[in-house]
Every structure is written in structure tokens, then in C-alpha cells.
């Protein structure tokens, strides 16, 4: 009120003046001093502009896109008959998401599980007979004397042994009677007698030899017994193989009617209800999208004359319009190997960090990518800066008073802000108050 009346005393002094200009150019100057000593000046905090060093950077555009995104779709055709997500549900990897009917596939499980356990029963009983052949081996191979992996010989026989040896004895009591029958020295019948001795000793010497190759035979059918009971058991194992792989094929076949989240996120798209039969084979079979959003993506296109600039590791900064007051930080994590050859940019990747999930894939983003050097500039504090839409001022202290300047903003560093055109260091701002200020106006420090 006080501003107000001040204005009136000088708009009414101003026309006074104007009604008295017959009377003098020293009533004039009256007029005038009267008019500038009731004007108030505006009482204000200041601070100088100064030079400090603040963080290089690039400044570019970019977009969000999920760290990963999944298009899920069943392997087997079938019913739905349990949904268990909805757009914007998070799942977890793991998760089920859809049921299908499973009827069918548990009675061929239940099916293949009865075959396998008659074929692991087939199994022991094979391997028992395997056991029952190689005792009869060995209880063969113990009434003839022959140790297991020996090979039996029927000169090796024992009967066959001793009556070879009798014979040997009685050939040779035979050729010497042959000599004393020829001297005259014994009787015929005494040869005749030797001779039949030698004659009986090869008869037996034949059974012998018939009973050793019966032993033989005896020998090799049990060793054929078992080598057949050993064939069995192989056959029988692989029956358990074969029975086994229909069993995992049924359990598979079983476990594809649910339908897993392959990854962790949020649900981006859905594609079906319950009571719906699906099949693999058909175009857009797909049911849901999943999107890992707790990390995003952030593709950067760079200028051609900044590709020297830019490296892996790198912090970066970026804004969005959904969050114009926000700074999000993120790391350049991956470089294109080449320029888009239109736009003449570099792609880049960075990393960017989504815990509360502010961020959306898809968004469009201004960016600004640290440098390793800092560079000078001219800051005030940001109390300096009246803002009215996109016109930023601030209010220069000269001769005792405001000189409103136009300024271009830069950086934010703390409380304090860059101001890249409009002051220059060593200039005082005001920094409160701006609301009562205009350009001319008087002011108290």
C-alpha cells in the first residue's frame, strides 16, 4: 500500500508540474525532487556472480526401453483353464501364469510309470537268473576241477589222465611180450593176456574221453546260460532306459500344460482368458509380454562431432517430462560399433536404475553426459532466478538499483546455478525479494 501511495504522490507531482509550467523551470526541478524523495526502495539479501568449476558435459536426447522383454507362448495346444496375471501384474521368474488341461497327459504319465516299473521288475528278475547261471557254472566247473576262466581240455580230464597212463603202462608190457613170445620165453597165452589188458584199456580210455567231452559240454552250455541270462539283463535295462525316456517325455508333456514366467517384470501385454484353446502353430500365438523394468535401458544418440567424447563408464544424467524436476542417474555400459548412416549419430546404451519404478519404458528423455574435465562458469544462487514461463531473470544491483536481466540457465549445481548468458563475474544479484522488484527500482542491501 505504502508502493502504491508512493506512485500516486508521483503521478500527482507529475501533473502539478504539468499545470505549473508556466511558473519556471525551477518549479519544474521542485517538482521532480519532491516526486523522487517519496519513492521507496525495496529492501534485499545479494550475492555476488563468481566463477567456479562445474561438470562438463554433452548434452543429447535418448529413449527407455526395458533391460529385458519376453513374449511368452505355450508349447503344446490346449484348454485354459487358470490365468493367474493381468496387465501390470509383476511376476516373478518361476511364476505360473496359465494352466492348460492336463487330463490327458497324466493318464499317459500314470500309464508310463506302470510300464517302467514292470520293466524294473522284468530287471531283477533277469538279473536273479543272471546269479542262478553262474552258480550252476561254478558248481560244474567245481565237480570237474576247472577254476573259473580256465580252459578245460579233455586230455586234461582226470579219468582220461589216468587210464592214458595205464595204457602207456600196459603198450609198453605189450611190446616186450611181443619180444619174449618171439624168444620162446613166455606162452602165447601170456601174450594173449597182455594184449587183451591193452585192448581194455583203450575202451576205457574212449569212455573216458566221451565222459570228459560230456563235462565239456556241460561246462559250455552253463557258460552259455549265463552269457543268455547276462543278454536278458541287458535287454531288460534297456527296456528301463526306453521306459524311463517315455516316462520324462509324459512329465514333460504333463509340466508344458503350465505355462512359467521365464523372466522377473511387469506385465506389458495380454492375450488371454480362460476357457480359450490356444495352440503354438497359429500366427500371434503368444499370451502375454513380459518387461523387466527394476533396470532400464537408455539409448543415446550422439552427434558425430561428440563420438570422441563419449566411453564406457561414463556417468549420465537425465530428465524426462514426466519428471521435469528430477534428475536420474545412470553409466554408459555399451557403444555401437558404427553411425547411423542417416542420421549421422552414434547409438549408445546406458544403464539406468529403476527401484520405485518412476520410469517407464518408452519414454523420451534430454540427457547429459559427464565429462571428465569441468569447465568454468558463472554461477549465482538459484534464489537469483525469478522464473515467469520460459522467461528466467534475475535482477543486477547497479547505482543502488534492480537492472532486470534476460538469463540463460545452465547446470544446477546445489543451490547454486549456471548462468551461461546475461551476468558476468563480479556483478551482485539480488536473491530476495524478486517478487516486489522491476527494472529501476531502488533497493536496501
Do not use: H, W
Not at 231 to 250: K, P, T
Request: glycine letters at 6%; aromatic letters at 4%; charged letters at 20%.
Amino acid at each position: 500500500m505504502q508502493r502504491n501511495g508512493s506512485i500516486i504522490a508521483t503521478v500527482l507531482a507529475a501533473a502539478i508540474g504539468l499545470t505549473a509550467s508556466g511558473c519556471g523551470s525551477s518549479s519544474d526541478a521542485a517538482a521532480a525532487n519532491n516526486g523522487n524523495t517519496q519513492q521507496e526502495s525495496v529492501e534485499v539479501t545479494t550475492a555476488k556472480a563468481v566463477i567456479q568449476p562445474i561438470p562438463s558435459y554433452i548434452e543429447a536426447t535418448g529413449n527407455l526401453t526395458s533391460d529385458a522383454s519376453s513374449d511368452v507362448a505355450a508349447v503344446i495346444p490346449g484348454k485354459v483353464v487358470q490365468v493367474n496375471f493381468d496387465i501390470g501384474s509383476y511376476v516373478n521368474q518361476g511364476d505360473v501364469l496359465i494352466r492348460l488341461d492336463a487330463r490327458d497327459a497324466q493318464i499317459r504319465l500314470d500309464q508310463a510309470r506302470s510300464l517302467l516299473e514292470q520293466q524294473q521288475r522284468a530287471v531283477q528278475q533277469a538279473e536273479a537268473n543272471v546269479e542262478q547261471a553262474i552258480a550252476n557254472l561254478r558248481q560244474t566247473q567245481a565237480r570237474l576241477g576247472v577254476s573259473d576262466g580256465e580252459t578245460f581240455q579233455i586230455k586234461d580230464f582226470s579219468q582220461v589222465k589216468s587210464v592214458t597212463a595205464n595204457l602207456q603202462l600196459a603198450e609198453t608190457e605189450l611190446r616186450r611180450a611181443e619180444r619174449l613170445l618171439e624168444t620162446g620165453d613166455i606162452s602165447r597165452a601170456t601174450y594173449d593176456q597182455r594184449k587183451a589188458q591193452r585192448d581194455a584199456l583203450l575202451g576205457q580210455l574212449d569212455e573216458a574221453r566221451s565222459n570228459a567231452a560230456v563235462a565239456i559240454r556241460a561246462i559250455n552250455t552253463a557258460q552259455s546260460a549265463v552269457e543268455a541270462a547276462r543278454a536278458a539283463a541287458n535287454s531288460a535295462r534297456s527296456a528301463v532306459g526306453f521306459a524311463e525316456a517315455q516316462v520324462r517325455q509324459a512329465e514333460k508333456a504333463v509340466a508344458d500344460n503350465t505355462v512359467l514366467a521365464p523372466i522377473s517384470g511387469f506385465i506389458s501385454e495380454k492375450s488371454i482368458e480362460v476357457g480359450e484353446y490356444i495352440s503354438p502353430n497359429v500366427p500371434n500365438s503368444k499370451i502375454a509380454t513380459i518387461m523387466r523394468t527394476s533396470t532400464l535401458r537408455l539409448r543415446i544418440d550422439i552427434p558425430e562431432q561428440n563420438v570422441g567424447r563419449v566411453a564406457t563408464g561414463q556417468g549420465v544424467s537425465l530428465q524426462t517430462s514426466a519428471y521435469p524436476d528430477r534428475s536420474f542417474a545412470g553409466r554408459i555400459v555399451r557403444i555401437s560399433p558404427g553411425l547411423n548412416q542417416q542420421a549421422r549419430t552414434l547409438t549408445v546404451e546406458a544403464e539406468v536404475q529403476n527401484v520405485d519404478g518412476l520410469l517407464k519404458p518408452g519414454q523420451f528423455a534430454t540427457v547429459r553426459i559427464t565429462q571428465a574435465t569441468p569447465e568454468l562458469a558463472v554461477m549465482i544462487p538459484a534464489a537469483a532466478v525469478r522464473a515467469d514461463g520460459d522467461i528466467n531473470r534475475v535482477y543486477v544491483i547497479r547505482d543502488g538499483a534492480a537492472r532486470e536481466q534476460i538469463v540463460q540457465l545452465g547446470l544446477l549445481e546445489g543451490n547454486m546455478i549456471q548462468i551461461k548468458s546475461g551476468v558476468v563475474e563480479g556483478e551482485t544479484v539480488a536473491t530476495s525479494n524478486l517478487n516486489l522488484l522491476n527494472d529501476g527500482v531502488f533497493v536496501k542491501q
